[in-house]
């Protein structure tokens, strides 16, 4: 009797032993699954992505801004006022600088601007590093953007030359060049002349 009560008890330990393990196995398994959806449910939420639309708010923002700036434009009439020859040949200080030599000044910064600008459009050859962002954000930087010069690519490209106006300070910098040699020639042609005579052009100088 002794004997059987011990082979009896023995068999109880070995199924309780065996019961801890597979439930422990199971405590095991589902924490791997757990971790496992977490990781791939991380893995979606840090979707790579190198392009998206601006949030709702800048978009407002920008609308919102260009439209009081678009209201605030001047009339053709103000215009008018302002654009004058008087305007374009006024030097702020006469007793050193005279009408002439100021417009050569204006003729010579603006060419450079705009043969720079050529050279660009032509010959230009750099890249240009994409916005690094947040950490916490979807967007992540790709690599470096190539812009070459018309002449650089083979076959010759006109529409790779024209990536390289692409930016806001190259548009400005031809828009500065052109505004430049064009203040220089209005002031030192004649007054009779035609270009002096058509009123978009001070338009144009003056906006520009």
């Known amino acids: 009797m002794a004997r059987n009560a011990k082979d009896r008890f023995g068999k109880l330990l070995a199924r309780q032993h065996k019961s801890t393990t597979k ?3 199971a405590v095991t398994m589902g924490k ?3 971790l496992n959806s977490s990781s791939s449910s991380t893995k979606k939420t840090k979707k790579v992505l190198i392009s998206a639309y601006p949030p709702w708010h ?3 923002l920008v609308v919102g801004l260009v439209s009081m700036f678009i209201l605030s434009l001047p009339s053709m009439a103000s215009l008018d006022k302002v654009a004058t020859l ?3 040949t006024h030097v702020n200080f006469p007793e050193t600088f005279s009408v002439a030599s100021v417009a050569t000044f204006r003729i010579i910064a ?3 601007m705009i043969i720079d600008s050529l050279h660009a459009f032509f010959y230009g050859s750099w890249e240009q590093d994409t916005t690094y962002y947040q950490p916490t954000s979807k967007l ?3 690599q470096a953007i190539k812009f070459r010069g018309m002449l650089r690519v083979q076959p010759a490209s006109v529409q790779s030359g024209l990536m390289t106006w692409t930016s806001f300070t190259m548009w400005v910098w031809i828009l500065e060049g052109f505004a430049f040699v064009l203040l220089g020639v209005l002031s030192v042609l004649p007054v009779d002349s ?3 005579q058509q009123p978009w052009s001070f338009r144009i100088a003056v906006v520009a």
């Open 23 to 25: 439930n422990r196995e």
């Open 32 to 34: 791997k699954t757990a």
């Open 58 to 60: 800048t978009v407002a």
């Open 86 to 88: 008087e305007t374009v």
């Open 110 to 112: 603006g060419s450079i």
């Open 140 to 142: 992540q930087p790709v």
């Open 194 to 196: 035609w270009l002096v």
